[in-house]
């Protein structure tokens, strides 16, 4: 059975009727599977798709922007379907369902997805929010707490968190940082520029 | 007698053909004695000139040219030749051909595009082959079980022909015997290497032209054409190599406020940047895990730093600075 379809959507778009295709989606929406649509920028520049988006993600897609101009469906981690090669012949199709491509695509979905702006309706129209790449309002508390070398307990006591709480943001946020220790997890947070974000005169000054 | 077709396939026309039946019956003609016997709608004495080019018959000198059936097999030596000819071009024609389709980017027939080569030789032999075709550049996502015991030294004659050379290691990558000390090798020999805990897949791209992934148990392989799916594989590597470390922070170039740290510090940091566990960097380095633990503490005393996080923080922040002092 199928629970989630991820894809990569950008231009061109063989469908004479786009809305076709979102009919499809709009049912299996209705039946629980899961959409996470990576957009391309220029997708939205083409006419008449940025209403049949909005209408899928009122409907519960999870849909993000990217500049990626990839096209690419994957199924569950059963089968995945690209054009040929870019850029795509609308007419061709290559259908990968050896595990160890799927396993690259999947990790290539998801390398894209964690770096793509989430793309929200609000009042009918929709609209890109936060910074993707950079640490959220939760980890942006942390950080400083973290670099200052407290341990969870004392940061816990800090925010008024109980410690199971700030370890689990800490593991989260370990995961955005491709972090499997603490070691790396600081090395990254500065290779990432996340400590310099609100205090842009910190690192300069060191 | 009708003229034989058979003679056709070397290139004779029928009239040719005929001509050529004609003057094997006499010893010698000229063109008015032969003239009666021409039933053909094709000038005698044009065709005549034209089996005299191509050797079957010789045009005898004289005040009226009388001409000659040369022997069979003498004409047929001679035609056999230019036919020979012919084949030669053509061959080296399609030679030319073959060279386009080779180079061509995969297409068409999706069955080519991805290919599956199996039992441990084979995979060997066809690694082997890509590595003697890369022109420009090879880039590597790499993480154990290896089935190839030169690709050290495959690395490194790469790296002497000037080949460009990224690879990205699994924290499993440092996590055998010596393998620190490989890694350290390939980069004084000009590796761009990086370390990030979790590599999906083992991958060796050649140039943009081939990629070649290993598959579970390691006895068989995909080679990967140009292709969407190639493309994938290529944006897959430079996502990761964006995302993955460098080794270690650069030793310090200019006199510091504190000691560069040494060669002894550096592969400590190089091994807590890969993720690797305590214990696991014990067995790198040669040492029980309570030394692993004494030098990590000796390397936070050093940098002031509380925690394994700030440790880090303090490592990328002095590898920054190191870096555009340097610069």
Known sequence: MREQIRACDAPPYPEANPAQVNTTELDHLRRGIRYRILYDRRALDVP????????????GEQARVADVPLKMTIVDESVAVLPVRH???????????????????SALFEMYWERALPLRVSGGLAQLSGDAEGPSADEAHLLPLLVAGLTDQEIAAQLTLSDRTVRSRVRAMMARLDATTRFQAGYQAVARGWLARDDPDRVDAA | MPPDQTLAVLGLDDAEAAAYELLVDRPSATVDELAPAWARPEPLSATLASIVDKGMATALPGPVTRYTANSPSVALRSLLREHEQRLDAARRHLAMLEAVYQDRPAGRNAATLVEVVTGRHAVQQRLAQIRRAVRAQVRCLDRPPYFDDDRDEAAVELLRRGIAYR????????????????????VQAGQQARLLSHVPVKLYLADDRLGLLSMAGHDSALVVHPSAMLDALDKLFEGLWQRALPPHPPAARTAGRRPAPG???????TLLLSGLTDEAIARQLGVSYRTVQRRVAELMDRIGAHSRFQAGAQAALHSTRTRSAGA
């Open chain 1, 48 to 59: 008449g798709r940025l209403a049949d988006l909005e209408a899928g993600i009122a409907a």
């Open chain 1, 87 to 105: 850029p795509p012949d609308v007419e061709s199709r290559l259908v990968i369902r050896d595990p160890v491509l799927l396993r690259a695509l």
């Open chain 2, 167 to 186: 690879t990205v290691y699994d924290r499993a990558s440092l996590d055998h015997p010596s393998a620190l000390s490989a890694v350290e090798r390939l």
């Open chain 2, 263 to 269: 060669t002894d510090q550096q592969r400590l940091i």
